[in-house]
């Protein structure tokens, strides 16, 4: 049976900074994800443009967008979409409504569904999943920082140290370990990333001055406490496994793909944009464990981010694709680090899986025209219909 066209509109927070690609054309925020998309999509049917919100016109209705053809990027009026999918990266409160208005004003126009939902802080996010007793064992014991008098409780009984991270922070930037080694009474040592994503490393001789500066750092931004977790590679770099969940063609749950991502060795952190590389999973596993070990963490791995996604959605809503970050110690003792609603797709391409570069597009595209085909209308508060909230999740991808 013949489907009808779906038009699928990619939103970004902003195309006025997109720097010209050729004359007449533009090149948006994340072009190759954009480009796959619009390529992928010629043969199913779906008509892909990227928008932001000052192309939209609330007085008329009308949209400017930028289509990808002929190798380019070019503006144009654009019908306004079935599907949003929401790539935007505000960097202000203000841009951050102004996103949320434009889609409101929009759908005043015509009714669209929202390829994905959205987290809360990350706080939340813990708090959901840690009453959850399926998932609880595989979170690391989380709290809002607030004086540097819980850092001066609990470094005594926390030999490895503690980590403060940014609650709505990404890509590493903001990451501290704070540690009090014990030949170094005098010393309190802090390592970690810049807002800039540089390395450093800081001494302090007491927590009072520590307590200063970390004020500094952290200016009015809320940090999240957490132990420091010892997950590195037999050789001593940083590491984690990237996992991508999306829903299919039916609006059920799969594995995209999942690649590790290593950083250096003189780095806390293994983000790409941090100066790490991606490698494939089942690789990094293997020169880490034994190979039924390593396939049993993989296996594992696979069903704990179905676990997730769904406690996710019971909390939050309805979501068509979800990206986890896990850690994992010598011993094989598995952590859930992160939770993303918006991932990238970078390391399935440093890694050379093609198949799973190739399913984060295809499913993309697929679940968006399930949702425009289902006769319910998609669910944007918690809960999930039936078929969204209770598929399980089965991996496709390679182990």
Known sequence: MPHSKIVLGIMAASLKGARPDSPGTLLPPEPRLSRSLSVASQTLDIDVYVFSPEGFDPASGSLFGCRYADGAWKPELVPLPDVVYDRSFPKTAESRRRCSAVLSAMSERKHHERLNGSLPSKLRVYESLRDNSAIAPYLPATAPYRSIAQLERLLPDLPRGVVLKPAAGMQGRGFLHIEAPPL??????????????MPFKESFKDFQKLGAWLQSFMGSSPFLLQPYLPLRTFDDRPYDIRVLLQKDASGEW??????????????????????GIAVTAADTLGANFTPSKAEHLLRKIHALSGQVALRLEESFGRFGELAFDFGLEPSGKLWLLETNAKPGREAFRQAGDKQAARLAVTRL????????????????????????????????SRP
């Open 365 to 396: 595209l697929q679940y968006a025209r399930y949702l425009t085909s289902r006769n319910a209308p998609a669910l944007t508060t918690a809960g999930g219909s039936a078929k969204d909230r209770l598929s399980r999740p089965q991996s496709k």
């Open 254 to 275: 799969q594995v995209s793909g999942s690649a590790a991502r290593l950083g250096r060795r003189d780095s806390m952190t293994s983000n790409l944009h941090g100066g």
């Open 184 to 197: 170094k009474p005098d010393a309190l040592i802090v390592r970690g990333r810049t807002r800039n994503n």
